[in-house]
C-alpha cells in the first residue's frame, strides 16, 4: 500500500478545503420536515464515527442516536469534517447529507485511506473532497454542490454531478452500461490532469447540460473523452480563455432556445465527427475546430479510409457559423463532409486551413460556402477539395 508523508497529505487538504466557494441552503431535501426520517447533526470538531457526535437538533443538544445501523436516519455535517479512518452508515434509506449550517458551508474530505460506506448527497452549501480509493456510494448532488477527486489515479464514477474539480490526478475510466459523466455546473482540471486514450479502450462520454450558467477551466490541461456533449436550451456555458477541449469520435453542440455557448478562443479537437445544432445567436464563436489523426496525449482519432464529418443543423434562416476550421488528419482514402440544412450554406467566421500532413477528400454541401477570413490549403496536402459554390 502505498504510504502518504504527513506534510503532502496536509497540503491537499488545506488546498482542497480552499476550493469550496457555494451558497448556504436552508433544509437538506426536506427532511427537517419529513416525519418518516430521523434527522442528526454533527457538533463541529468531533469524530463522526462516534455516535456522540450527533444530536437531533442542529444547535448540539436533543439526543444521540443508538447506532449508524438503523433505517431511514439522515446525518447533516454542518461543519468541516476529515474522515481518516471507516466510517459506515448501513441503514435502509439511511444517508450521509454534506449541506452546512445557517453560517458556514461544509467540507467532507476522505483521506488516503479511509472508507466510508454510505449513501452520500452534497447540498448546495456542501463539497465532498475525495483523496481516498474507496467510494461512498453516489446520491444526489444539489444544484451549487461541488465533488473534488484528487492524488494520484482515481476511478471517475459515472453519475450526474453539479461543480466537478479534477486536482492533480490521472482519471480512470472502466467500462459499464452508461459511461457518461454528467456535469450541471462548472468543471474544473488543476494541476496536471491526464486523461485517457478512449479509442480502442473505455468510450466514457462527459455531458455538460442543464438550466444553470456553466465554466469550464482546463488550464493547461485538456479535457478529453471519446464523445463530449453539450446540451443546453437555457443558460450559458463560458469556457475559460485557453482552454482545450478533444473528443477522439464526436463532440456534439446542442445549443437551442435561450441558451448561449462562449468559447474564448478555445482550441477543439474532433477525432471524427462534429455536429452543431442551434442558430447563430446560440454561439459566440473566437475559437478553432481541428479535425485530426492521432496526436500523443491530444487526441486519437479515425485516421484513413474515415469519414470525417462538419454537419450543421438548426435555423435555417440563421444557421450557425463556424469560427476557425483547420484540417488536419491524414484521412488517406477517405473524405472530409460539411454537411448543412437544406437552403443553408457552410458559413464560415474566420479561416480554413488544410495543412500539408493532411489527406483525403473535401466536399461541401451544395448550396454554397462562405470564408469570411483566409482560405489556405498548403502545399504537400494528399488529396483534393471538390469544387463548391463560393458566397459573397
Avoid at 486523461?195 to 447540460?209: C, D, E, G, W
Avoid at 456533449?229 to 453542440?253: C, Q, W, Y
Avoid at 485530426?292 to 470525417?308: F, R, W
Wanted: proline fraction near 4%; charged fraction near 15%; glycine fraction near 8%.
Amino acid at each position: 500500500m502505498v504510504q502518504f508523508k504527513p506534510f503532502v497529505i496536509l497540503t491537499f487538504v488545506i488546498v482542497i478545503l480552499g476550493l469550496h466557494n457555494s451558497v448556504f441552503a436552508q433544509d437538506p431535501t426536506g427532511i427537517d420536515q419529513a416525519a418518516a426520517y430521523r434527522v442528526y447533526y454533527n457538533i463541529a470538531g468531533q469524530d463522526v464515527a462516534q455516535t456522540t457526535s450527533w444530536t437531533s437538533q442542529a444547535d448540539g443538544k436533543g439526543r444521540n442516536p443508538q447506532n449508524f445501523a438503523a433505517d431511514s436516519m439522515v446525518f447533516v455535517i454542518t461543519s468541516d469534517v476529515i474522515l481518516s479512518a471507516q466510517w459506515s452508515v448501513s441503514g435502509q434509506d439511511s444517508k450521509i447529507v454534506v449541506w452546512g449550517n445557517e453560517f458556514q458551508t461544509a467540507t467532507l474530505v476522505l483521506l488516503p485511506g479511509s472508507q466510508l460506506n454510505a449513501l452520500v448527497e452534497v447540498g448546495p452549501s456542501g463539497q465532498l473532497n475525495v483523496l481516498s480509493d474507496y467510494y461512498p456510494r453516489w446520491g444526489l448532488m444539489h444544484e451549487g454542490s461541488t465533488v473534488v477527486f484528487s492524488l494520484d489515479k482515481k476511478i471517475i464514477p459515472y453519475h450526474d454531478f453539479y461543480n466537478l474539480t479534477f486536482l492533480g490526478i490521472t482519471p480512470v475510466f472502466e467500462e459499464s452500461a452508461d459511461n457518461t459523466v454528467s456535469i450541471r455546473g462548472s468543471l474544473k482540471l488543476e494541476g496536471e490532469v491526464v486523461f485517457p486514450a478512449a479509442r480502442n479502450a473505455v468510450a466514457y462520454i462527459f455531458l455538460f447540460h442543464g438550466n444553470s450558467s456553466q465554466q469550464i477551466n482546463t488550464q493547461d490541461n485538456i479535457l478529453r473523452a471519446w464523445n463530449i456533449l453539450f446540451e443546453k436550451t437555457e443558460g450559458v456555458i463560458r469556457l475559460m480563455p485557453n482552454t482545450m477541449v478533444s473528443a477522439d469520435n464526436l463532440m456534439h453542440f446542442s445549443i437551442t432556445e435561450e441558451a448561449l455557448f462562449q468559447d474564448n478562443s478555445a482550441t477543439f479537437y474532433v477525432g471524427n465527427h462534429l455536429k452543431i445544432n442551434g442558430s447563430e445567436s446560440n454561439f459566440d464563436w473566437a475559437g478553432t475546430f481541428i479535425m485530426a489523426s492521432k496526436e500523443m496525449n491530444i487526441v486519437d482519432g479515425a485516421g484513413a479510409q474515415n469519414t470525417y464529418t462538419i454537419a450543421l443543423h438548426g435555423s435555417t434562416k440563421k444557421p450557425v457559423a463556424l469560427p476557425n476550421v483547420i484540417i488536419r488528419a491524414n484521412n488517406r482514402g477517405g473524405e472530409f463532409r460539411f454537411e448543412c440544412p437544406s437552403e443553408s450554406i457552410v458559413n464560415i467566421k474566420g479561416n480554413l486551413l488544410v495543412e500539408k500532413q493532411a489527406a483525403g477528400t473535401i466536399r461541401f454541401c451544395s448550396q454554397g460556402v462562405k470564408i469570411h477570413g483566409d482560405y489556405i490549403v498548403e502545399k504537400g496536402f494528399r488529396g483534393q477539395v471538390d469544387p463548391f459554390k463560393p458566397v459573397e
